[in-house]
């Protein structure tokens, strides 16, 4: 009986019980499926853009490498604030809720148009950087202008891509998973129909090449952004937030000052680690162009 007991004590603390399993699948299956799919898909990105030229995939990886900084500062900016949806959900506190998205709300369109205007100022410089190894000046010439091609589009891409990361935080933060998940396949779907329409002009429609491969997901974006935005207002009786959440756009200072406090050191955790992977590349890219092109490949098989 007394074995019994502990061996029971045992499970119960350090093992836990069938029904927080299956809450935590709940929310962490959508998420593992639809990264599967958006990395499998960037899989398939390279594949397109490099059947086009070295050069071509050269240049787009650079620009996404570098986009890939501001995406993890978006995630570390909107992830403080999400300790507190979580408790504000779970408190029942809809006002609460609607505080913190504001809050990420600003942060990241703070960070959005810091990116934009970086980018807009200083993104060939950027490029650049990843162009001083091995390689003709007519090849490091073209990847220059196909990642310039590149970046110019997908700079268009930023506002939605900051709008989903919103909602769709908050969404998870609230419990809906599913949604976000569906939101993305689809996305996931137009950018890989359009890639192929695109890069290499099948049926009426223009050969972009790299331009191409930038406006499908562009377009993909805000297709995301429309299905995540219009499933939260139009389903109210869910997603109690929505409900007068753009009737104001001030945050209370105390909590801001929390946010900030708690959030601050995500945001730079995530922000040097994107730019240390960045420049992690830049080094390895002194090798030539063909090891930007390489790594490309080898870090979405990763």
């Known amino acids: 009986m007394e074995r019994t007991k502990e061996r029971s004590s045992f499970r119960k603390k350090f093992i836990g019980d069938r029904k927080f399993y299956m809450m935590v699948l709940a929310v962490a299956v959508p998420i593992m499926i639809q990264n599967g799919i958006t990395n499998f898909v960037s899989l398939l990105d390279n594949i397109m853009i490099g059947r086009i030229g070295t050069e071509q995939m050269s240049g787009a990886s650079i620009v996404n490498q570098l986009i890939f900084v501001y995406n993890l500062c978006i995630f570390g900016g909107v992830s403080g604030a999400g300790i507190f949806t979580a408790q504000y959900f779970g408190q029942k506190d809809h006002e609460g809720v609607r505080q913190t998205f504001r809050y ?31 390689g003709t000046a007519q090849q490091i010439a073209d990847t220059l202008k196909y990642g310039k ?39 996931i779907c137009v950018n890989l129909l359009f890639n192929y329409l695109l890069i290499y002009g099948v049926f009426f429609f223009p050969r972009l090449g790299v331009r191409g491969a930038a406006i499908a997901t562009v377009l993909s974006r805000y297709v995301e952004a429309a299905i995540v935005i219009g499933w939260t207002h139009r389903h109210t ?35 040097l680690w994107a730019s240390a992977m960045a420049m992690l590349t830049q080094c390895y890219s002194i090798r030539g162009l063909n090891v930007v092109a390489s790594l490309n490949i080898s870090n979405t098989i990763n």
């Open 104 to 134: 990420k709300f600003w942060m990241a369109v703070i960070l959005t148009i810091g990116t934009i205007l970086l980018f807009f100022t200083v993104g060939e410089n950027l490029i650049s950087m990843y162009l001083q190894g091995e």
């Open 149 to 187: 091609q590149y970046l110019d589009i997908m700079l268009l891409g930023l506002p939605p891509f900051m709008m989903v990361q919103i909602y769709s935080s908050t969404l998870r933060e609230c419990g809906e998973t599913v949604l976000p998940m569906k939101a993305g396949v689809v996305a």
């Open 237 to 271: 009786e869910k997603n109690a937030f929505a409900n007068g959440l753009y009737s104001t756009l001030k945050v209370p200072a105390n909590l801001t000052k929390k946010i900030l406090v708690k959030g601050t050191p995500l945001l730079f955790n995530e922000t």
